[in-house]
């Protein structure tokens, strides 16, 4: 049974950072590219970062360059995303997701999602 499990949420004030950290079981972690969303109230989930499966390449939304990193550990089965200068609009339930396609017995996308942790920015 795949499970994703978010920790390091919480309130932080503008200009402050989080680390937030993705623990990850029940499935060969090395083989999934891991990513980052998040969801605000009263809007729609968005991406925020991606990693590929070496943790060479990383992906961001515009709205996050140069403040937040993604990265992984695959020994430890982890992602991880370093959020720094945290704005308001960063305040969301964050979401790791893990992402991979099978080509084997057919071409298939596997995907598991965690439950979210809260993270808020006072002004």
């Known amino acids: 049974q795949v499970q994703l499990v978010e920790s390091g949420g919480g309130l932080v004030q503008t200009g402050g950072s989080l680390r937030l950290s993705c623990a990850a079981s029940?499935?060969?972690?090395?083989?999934?590219?891991m990513g980052w969303f998040r969801h605000a109230p009263g809007k729609e989930r968005e991406f925020v970062a991606a990693i590929t499966r070496s943790g060479s390449n990383a992906y961001y939304a515009d709205s996050v360059k140069g403040r937040f990193t993604i990265s992984r550990d695959n020994a430890k089965d982890t992602a991880n995303l370093q959020m720094n200068n945290l704005k308001p609009d960063g305040t969301a339930v964050y979401y790791c997701?893990?992402?991979?396609?099978?080509?084997?017995?057919?071409?298939?996308?596997?995907?598991?999602w965690g439950q979210g942790t809260q993270v808020t920015v006072s002004s």
């Open positions: 997701k893990a992402v991979v396609i099978a080509v084997a017995p057919d071409l298939n996308v596997y995907d598991y």
């Open positions: 029940g499935l060969t972690f090395s083989a999934y590219t």
